[in-house]
């Protein structure tokens, strides 16, 4: 306690006091504000860190999502010709062609003829005649022909090429999209040396191998140890008719 000049008594302060020069009446308690001031300080000092890693932790896992890794990428196809079924995009089927002609291309063999076994090695042929420059013929086969396609019937091969050149070449690349269980090019291969005397050299090449061929082409880009069954990109137009298609 303590006295003024008139005697009167007030209490003492025990905090140190002073007036703004905006506010005259109002007083500001100066060192409870500084130690706030200093405690916020540290804090950001602390936190920022943290705070920091966490967004660039989340930054990270939102690329992981989007970006799958090779790890991921390779338990998904797995889990998906576990099941039975591998489904191929245009985008794949294209790039599955391009490495199959790098196949070839890094193995050195010179050939002077591609035959393409339709239906399914029509668009294989197709693009690796383009890339190679190399003139096409195509031998039509058979053998999915019961139950929608879906169960093999007897193996058709047709009599003759279909081809422009006016002589197949001495050395021919047979190709197609797929061995399965390896008969149609093994009773092609057997077939055209017997129909053809002249050919020197037979290969074939395909974009798939099945764990269940008993035929091993000399060429291939994939292999499918589980035996998926395959759906190709072209394949909904096999139910599909004209009348169906989208206008515009």
């Known amino acids: 306690m303590s006295r003024d000049s008139n005697g009167t008594t007030e209490p003492k302060n025990e ?3 002073t007036e703004t020069s905006q506010a005259p009446n109002t007083i500001v308690q100066r060192k409870p504000l500084a130690k706030l001031c200093v405690l916020a300080r540290k804090a950001s000092v602390v936190l920022a860190p943290k705070v920091r890693r966490l967004s660039e932790r989340k ?16 338990l998904s196809q797995k889990a998906m010709t576990d099941t039975g079924h591998l489904y191929i995009t245009w985008e794949k089927y294209h790039r599955l062609i391009e490495q199959l002609a790098l196949v070839v291309h890094d193995d050195g063999w010179e050939f002077d003829h591609i035959i393409c ?7 294989v042929g ?7 420059d190399k003139p096409l013929a195509i031998m039509s086969t058979s053998s999915y022909v019961e139950e929608g396609g879906t169960v093999r019937g007897k193996l058709l091969v047709s009599e003759h090429l279909t081809m422009t050149s ?8 047979v190709v197609d999209d797929m061995v399965d269980s390896g008969h149609t090019l093994h009773v ?3 077939e055209l040396p017997a129909r053809y005397p002249h050919l020197k050299d037979v290969r074939t090449g395909v974009l798939w191998k099945k764990g269940v061929s008993t035929f091993h082409p000399d060429y291939f ?4 140890p589980t035996n998926p069954w395959i759906h190709q990109p072209f394949e909904h137009y096999d139910n599909t008719r004209a009348h169906q298609l989208p206008r515009g």
């Open 15 to 17: 905090l140190r006091l």
């Open 166 to 173: 006016a002589k197949l070449g001495e050395r021919v690349l």
């Open 59 to 74: 930054r990270t896992t939102s690329f992981s999502a989007c970006n799958p890794s090779p790890h991921f990428k390779k």
């Open 126 to 132: 197709d693009q690796l005649s383009r890339i190679f």
């Open 117 to 123: 076994i339709a239906r399914g090695g029509l668009r």
């Open 221 to 224: 880009v994939d292999f499918l």
């Open 188 to 190: 092609v291969k057997q």
